[in-house]
Nanobody, 126 residues
Framework: QMQPVESGGGLVQAGGSLRLSCAAA????????TGWFRQAPGKEREFVAR????????AYADSVKGRFTISRNSAGNTVDLQMDSLKPEDTAVYYC???????????????????WGKGTLVTVSS
């Protein structure tokens, strides 16, 4: 059973950086695309970034493009989200999710993802 587990959240000042990690809990993400979503208080869960298993193609929300980078390690068991130039509006609980579709890139709907982690809180102070 696929079970993503997030780590790396915390408190950071605006303009700073933070790196989140998502582990596949005892297995790898082989065959799965992996996405990061976030949910701020009172708001819907929104897409942040995605990396496909096939070819490692990446996609980003416009709000984070150029500031965030999603990557996967060579073993295929960890997917990271490097977050730079953080803004207060990036404050949210960040979730990692796995999608059995390992090929398609532009999948931004949370309903298309099959397995979810419990989330990690990122707070950006002004």
């Amino acid at each position: 059973q696929m079970q993503p587990v997030e780590s790396g959240g915390g408190l950071v000042q605006a303009g700073g950086s933070l790196r989140l990690s998502c582990a596949a809990a005892g297995r790898t993400f082989r065959g799965y695309s992996t996405g990061w979503f976030r949910q701020a208080p009172g708001k819907e869960r929104e897409f942040v970034a995605r990396i496909t298993w096939v070819a490692g193609n990446t996609a980003y929300a416009d709000s984070v493009k150029g500031r965030f980078t999603i990557s996967r390690n060579s073993a295929g068991n960890t997917v990271d989200l490097q977050m730079d130039s953080l803004k207060p509006e990036d404050t949210a609980v960040y979730y990692c999710a796995a999608d059995r579709d390992g090929v398609t890139l532009g999948v931004t709907s949370k309903d298309e993802y099959d397995y979810w982690g419990k989330g990690t809180l990122v707070t950006v102070s002004s």
